[in-house]
């Protein structure tokens, strides 16, 4: 009876486990984490490349969610965010899950509630709505671009990873979306270069 009841205190005693997060990136006095990364590729609709290393890919997606967080600091005064902009992301996002349950499960995953969720893209939503609003670019995104993206790099990536792939007619909405969000950055490099550059970004995860 006493050994069960120390071995009940020595328990009660032992220190609470905490899990520390890794910073990938500090931006200014933000943090951005790891998990943020794990989040990005689960929930946006983002691609790996053939040829990109696991790194390699981890770090461009690093380098998009700075973009998103530089992006949110300089303008998030002069934009209000409605209902239709979050949607206008929500809608790619619940489609790559399959349903808004799937999505739900998804966050369960990660902790989030709804409002957690709509924290973390809030900073992606205002981003893409500087870019529509503010240049108003309309790139357009042929089909054959999408087809063949489907083919040389999707396709071929589901199998590589050895994941379940869904057909052309529902990969084209999130793959042009892809693409036209690839071709807008390229015309706007210059002017995220130069905003860049009042900002002091430390990329953590690229030392290492």
Not at 49 to 57: G, V, Y
Not at 113 to 123: A, Q, T, V
């Amino acid at each position: 009876m006493f050994s069960k009841i120390l071995l009940y205190l020595l328990i009660l005693l032992q220190p609470s486990t905490i899990i520390i997060d890794k910073i990938a990136a500090i931006v200014n006095n933000e943090i951005i984490t790891m998990t943020d990364i794990d989040k990005s590729i689960s929930l946006f609709p983002v691609f790996k490349r053939n040829e990109e290393s696991p790194k390699s890919f981890y770090n461009r997606l690093l380098q998009d969610l700075i973009n998103y967080k530089i992006i949110y600091l300089e303008y998030k005064d002069d934009f209000i965010l409605t209902e239709e902009d979050y949607e206008e992301l929500q809608t790619p996002i619940i489609n790559k899950q399959g349903s808004l349950n799937q999505l739900m499960t998804l966050l369960k995953k990660f902790d989030m509630n709804w409002k957690d969720f709509k924290n973390f893209i809030k900073e992606k939503v205002l981003y893409e709505k500087v870019l529509k609003d503010k240049f108003q670019i309309n790139i357009k995104i042929s089909f054959k671009e999408i087809e063949t993206f489907y083919y040389k790099d999707y396709l071929l990536l589901q199998k590589k990873l050895n994941l379940k792939s869904n057909s052309l007619i529902e990969m084209t909405t999130l793959i042009e979306k892809h693409l036209r969000k690839v071709k807008t950055e390229k015309k706007l490099s210059g002017w995220l270069k130069e905003i860049k550059s009042s900002y002091k970004i430390e990329n953590i995860f690229l030392k290492e």
